[in-house]
């Protein structure tokens, strides 16, 4: 819980600010949740120096960022990913056969995975009424809640129990309901205080519906991969909750999704 509160007040902080202490932020993030990935996945050696290819994905993940600031437009992150893939594969190539290819492509994929990801959520705080809209990717943690709530007091009927054995069907559609209220929640306060049209109400609850079973896909995404490489967790970072990836997974995945049902569905409303 006081991970949770601690975790909340930086956030808001964060978001509230907005700019460079925003963008400062999400590449400290990246940093660590591209480490906990390549290590996760095998290509960082426990107890073992960063190796070329993790430097070949820091430096792209910088690029990426510096990028982001100077151009803030996604439509130019094929710049950041081709420079990023070509980096990694000169990489591999120079190096051969001390990485295989399994493993530049790994790398490759933990630095779009996180990194990219999270990277729309300076893009959906420099947009039109950003300061609310960059609030939406963390609809994903109301989503967890009430699935979990829900799924306590309702599930019976397993979601994937392979590879999630916990999760319920009841449980992801509390968690869609919850996520959905908390959108027409937003779009009221939108509609109240930017007087904008009641519409918007209508698409914050799309936007959130869409999100929350994305955000869900997510998770098991992040549980997938825990699982194929046998772990727990991704870190120890936060404690109570494991590692920035252990808190960020299902927010990771949905980020880009909300930028671009954002960009889509807000501008009419507007």
């Known amino acids: 819980m006081i991970s949770g509160i601690v975790i909340g007040v930086v956030l808001a902080v964060v978001l509230l600010t907005g700019g460079y ?48 600031v100077l151009v803030q437009d996604y439509r130019y992150y094929i710049f950041s ?12 190539v120079v190096n051969f056969p001390k990485f295989t290819a399994t493993m530049a492509i790994t790398t490759f994929f933990c630095f779009v995975y996180a990194p990219v990801n999270m990277s729309f ?11 609310y809209f960059a609030w939406i990717p963390f609809i994903a943690w109301v989503c967890d809640t009430c699935a979990y709530f829900t799924g306590r007091a309702f599930g019976k009927h397993k979601l994937v129990p392979k590879l999630s054995p916990k999760k319920t069907v009841e449980g992801a559609i509390g968690g869609v309901i919850g996520s959905v ?17 009641y519409g918007i109400i209508i698409a914050l609850m799309v936007i959130t519906f869409a999100g929350s079973i994305i955000a869900q896909l997510g998770d098991l995404l992040a549980s997938g991969i825990k699982r194929d490489h046998n ?14 990836m252990d808190r960020f997974d299902s927010v990771i995945f949905v980020i880009p999704c909300i930028y671009f049902l954002a960009a889509v569905l807000a501008p009419m409303i507007y």
Do not use: W
């Open 121 to 131: 959520v300076y893009l959906l705080r420099i947009r039109p009424f950003g300061q």
């Open 81 to 92: 990913i081709m420079f990023a893939f070509f980096l990694i594969m000169v990489c591999y």
């Open 181 to 197: 209220i908390v959108g027409a929640i937003i779009g009221y306060i939108l509609y109240v205080r930017e007087s904008l049209d």
């Open 231 to 244: 772990i727990k967790d991704y870190g120890q970072l936060i404690p109570g909750h494991g590692g920035i």
């Open 21 to 68: 202490v925003l963008a400062a932020t999400l590449l400290a993030v990246s940093f660590i949740s591209f480490f906990e990935l390549t290590r996760a996945t095998g290509i960082h050696e426990q107890g073992k120096k960063c190796n070329a290819l993790e430097l070949c994905g820091y430096i792209s993940i910088a690029v990426h960022y510096v990028q982001m």
